[in-house]
């Protein structure tokens, strides 16, 4: 069971925007996200510990650095990096109703001026086509950019989308090198990129970028029963970036010991995020947060 924090329920009124909210309390700002649904519940009351180390993560970054949000979803970590490490952040998510959930929380918690939300994807291409999606609601994951990658119907909870009658939204997409040349976004220090399954798209799209020397860290969730997207570790290792295993080993259940990681990894099962940077001082940051972090009692 995932460790839960304090969420207040409370109300959004301006002239031409109304909504119920739910504010959690993070390093003295009060963060604000619609209350769409209940899973936007458990989005907020699960913030910090549902992907553990990225929180500190976040937290590692200057104020007005630039952070770029790969698959942003309703933008949970988009919202915190703005407020709490007060970055300036770049947010791309295809999906219409995350995307509009998106913008809402940029809206409720005043952060116009800290983020630009795009409504597209980034692949290895610029391209117009579809978005697959997992489910049609507020919040929910697992859609793909053009291909349908489901290999069976996947679970939401007590729900079920059948891989073989998923909805199409019309969808554009283009690179993160094509975006930067675009002088619209500028070259990030961070970067984050969540897209279930579909990271080795970003990465190729992305190699002048990741070639920056402006990019001090980049988020990449990596899937061990991919091969494309295993191959990313290989890769950024290669072009001298490096890891943490503590950060690895800090996971939202259990502290994973090195041998467990690495069956994991040899299994092909489960997936990690892997935090790559070139700066030890993150070695640094992620030992000390393993060594203060104790993992929510499994029920």
């Not at 301006?14 to 604000?32: I, T």
């Not at 190729?204 to 295993?230: F, N, Q």
Request: net charge neutral; glycine share 6%.
């Amino acid at each position: 069971m995932e460790r839960v924090i304090p969420v207040r329920r409370t109300a959004f009124e301006s002239d031409f925007f109304s909504s119920p909210c739910l504010e959690v309390a993070a390093q003295g700002k009060r963060l604000r996200f619609v209350d769409s649904n209940r899973l936007a519940y458990k989005r907020a009351e699960t913030l910090f510990s549902k992907e553990p180390t990225t929180i500190p993560w976040l937290d590692s970054i200057l104020p007005n650095e630039v952070l770029i949000d790969i698959g942003a979803n309703v933008g949970m970590y988009s919202i915190y990096a703005a407020a709490v490490a007060g970055c300036r952040v770049f947010a791309f998510e295809p999906e219409a109703l995350n995307y509009a959930e998106l913008n809402k929380n940029i809206y409720v918690n005043g952060l116009h001026d800290r983020i630009s939300a795009f409504c597209i994807a980034l692949s290895d291409e610029t391209k117009i086509g579809h978005l697959y999606l997992g489910a049609f609601g507020f919040g929910y994951s697992h859609h793909d950019f053009n291909e349908n990658t489901w290999t069976q119907d996947k679970r939401f909870g007590d729900k079920v989308t059948s891989k073989d009658r998923r909805l199409l939204q019309g969808c554009v997409s283009a690179t993160l090198d094509h975006v930067l040349q675009s002088g619209v976004v500028p070259t990030p220090q961070h970067i984050k990129i969540d897209v279930d399954g579909l990271e080795s798209h970003v990465v190729k799209g992305a190699v002048a970028a990741l070639r920056h020397p402006s990019v001090r860290t980049v988020l990449i969730e990596i899937d061990h029963h991919i091969p494309e997207s295993t191959a990313i570790i290989d890769a950024m290792l290669k072009a001298g970036w490096r890891y943490s295993m503590d950060q690895l080993r800090t996971n939202r259940k259990v502290i994973f010991s090195v041998e467990q990681i690495e069956n994991i990894r040899r299994r092909g099962t489960g997936g990690f995020n892997y935090i790559f940077y070139r700066d030890p001082e993150y070695d640094h940051l992620f030992a000390d947060f393993l060594a203060n972090y104790v993992p929510p009692k499994l029920s």
